[in-house]
């Protein structure tokens, strides 16, 4: 598996000359070319995942220094179990250990192809958790796994956590309770 160094999506190998979603119009290729990157490599280089609570219920997951894009995923907990929502280019044991001692992870999710990370890794690492795919982001998907579930119109996860497919390339997660009664609040 390699991952692309400027989306940080992970694909099957052999890899494509050219990252198909960088390639696409709405993101670049840089001007010195298309590189690769390896878990193992990033590893060695020290590589590493930092893990802050925002709120009650709402974990920021990051890396050191960034992978790709440099997203944020967002571990998104209710009563049931979490969504990892928008997971990162990087995965390490310090990431798992943090989401699954906040309970189990329910399934994964991202907001745009670009934002897949290394879903499968993550999934992986985490004991087999669902791949969330849009029906519609088929196409992009860069590593191909039993753990994948295509989607389309709305998924709930939870109560008060629900998927739904926005227009394009977008989707929304619908968070309404959290580990609080509040108000709803929109993960894009």
Request: glycine letters at 10%.
């Amino acid at each position: 598996m390699l991952i692309c160094a400027t989306c940080a999506v992970e694909r099957d190998e052999p890899t494509p000359e050219v990252c198909p979603i960088c390639s696409d119009e709405r993101q670049y290729v840089p001007e010195d070319g298309q590189k690769w990157l390896t878990l193992d490599g990033l590893a060695q280089e020290g590589q590493q995942t930092l893990v802050k609570e925002n709120e009650p219920g709402l974990i920021a997951i990051q890396t050191q220094p960034r992978v790709g894009i440099g997203q944020t995923t967002q571990l998104v907990a209710t009563r049931e179990g979490s969504l990892l929502w928008d997971p990162v280019g990087y995965v390490d044991d310090n990431a798992v250990e943090a989401v699954l001692e906040r309970g189990p992870v329910l399934a994964i999710a991202a907001s745009h192809p670009h934002m897949f990370g290394v879903q499968v890794e993550w999934s992986h690492r985490l004991g087999g958790v669902p791949v969330l795919v849009a029906d519609a982001d088929r196409r992009w998907l860069g590593r191909n796994d039993p753990n994948i579930e295509y989607w389309s119109g709305s998924q709930t996860i939870a109560e008060g956590l629900t998927l739904h497919q926005t227009g394009g390339t977008s989707r929304a997660a619908r968070w309404s309770t959290g580990l609080q009664e509040r108000p709803a609040e929109e993960l894009y």
